[in-house]
């Protein structure tokens, strides 16, 4: 980035996702000298990051803070839980949500479970991203959205921003929260631009936040999900429905009050993710909208989601794949026509 790029993003109103990561990187780096980064490519000889959000911070923090790694997700991920132990506040970079597989015993096993097996006496405050999403013809293996995983495993927080000031201010609170945080970033809204958040602020893990108030149906979504909600809602406003949408942020734990309270107000509820509709989150969050509000709902709890299979590569295939505006706005329509 030129300086005067660089001074031109700084004085800005909005910033990207990108931006905003890197902001949040280097205030809590600047703030806890135990905020260390560690991942593939992620030092300023190799790039500073595959898409650039650590460029800048080895060269400013120095080596020892912001460390390229091999190409190991097991040991990147191992590091990071040895350097937690050991009182560090590690950042680690897994490059695509996908590569996670290959670290899932450090994740699930050592990560997520330490605290518990401790008695409380230790604690992995380890933040790892993870980047998502599909639209760029990257196939299957690179494109996946896997947070069901996660969400099931005790002891794993998981995050995932829809614009670049929840981005910023939710990276500040993983990197400083006591157990492991799973962080998700979607490389489509990467570069979306979006209102700055005051530096230093932190958005708390767990409270979602109402993106468009509404009366008639409530749509719950998170990442992506949440730019396609507003193009639905946009569409169906001209009809004369009015769509709330509820944007999670956090997956795990998610806000129940403020997602209860919506569907308690408009009586319907759609629920959509990226990921394959068949046992994901959704399907979580419908059952307890059930169990809840089952006697003052005015229809079924809806689901989006993609088909139940591997995310294709042909173009065409891949853009039916995703859930977009259309299959929300009929996933409304059902429930008020």
């Known amino acids: ?35 260390i980064v560690l991942g593939e490519d992620v030092a300023d000889p190799e790039g500073g990051g595959v898409l650039g959000v650590t460029r800048g911070l ?18 990147i991920i191992g590091a990071a839980i040895g350097a937690s132990l050991g009182g560090y506040l590690p950042v680690a970079e897994i490059m695509l949500m996908n590569f996670t597989t290959v670290a899932m015993d450090m994740i699930v096993n050592h990560a997520a479970k330490l605290r518990f097996m401790s008695g409380g006496q230790t604690h992995v405050p380890i ?8 639209g760029f013809g990257a196939g299957g293996q690179h494109t996946d959205y896997l947070e069901a995983w996660f969400a099931h495993t005790a ?8 614009t670049p000031a929840d981005a910023e201010g939710l990276m500040l609170s993983c990197i400083h929260d006591p157990d ?21 602020q932190v958005i708390p893990i767990g409270k979602a936040a109402i993106s468009r108030p509404g009366t008639d149906v409530t749509v719950v979504a998170h990442s992506r999900m949440v730019k396609e909600a507003h193009t639905a809602a946009e569409k169906l406003a001209n009809e004369g429905v009015s769509v709330e949408i509820i944007d999670l942020r956090t997956i795990s734990p998610w806000d129940r009050e403020a997602v209860l309270n919506s569907v308690a107000k408009t009586k319907r509820a759609v629920i959509v993710h990226e990921a394959v ?19 003052s709902l005015k229809g079924p709890v809806r689901r989006v989601g993609a088909p139940f299979c591997p995310v294709p590569y042909s173009k065409p295939l891949e853009t ?5 505006p259309e ?11």
């Open 327 to 337: 299959k929300i706005e009929a996933a409304v329509r059902s429930l008020i026509d």
């Open 127 to 134: 933040t790892i991203r993870m980047l998502t999403g599909a």
């Open 180 to 200: 492991p945080c799973l962080f998700i970033e979607n490389l489509q809204i990467y570069r979306t631009p979006g209102p700055r958040l005051a530096k230093g």
């Open 320 to 324: 039916a794949f995703v859930p977009g």
């Open 1 to 35: 980035m030129s300086a005067a790029t660089a001074a031109k993003s700084v004085n800005s109103d909005t910033y990207s996702m990108l931006e905003a990561l890197r902001i949040a990187l280097d205030t809590a780096m600047e703030q806890d000298r135990r905020v």
């Open 58 to 75: 080895s060269t400013k923090f120095g080596s020892l803070r912001v460390r390229t790694t091999p190409i190991s997700e097991q040991a």
């Open 155 to 162: 002891g794993l927080k998981v995050v995932a921003p829809a």
């Open 277 to 295: 509709r068949n046992f994901g989150i959704g399907a979580e969050i419908a059952a307890v909208i059930g169990e809840e509000l089952f006697g």
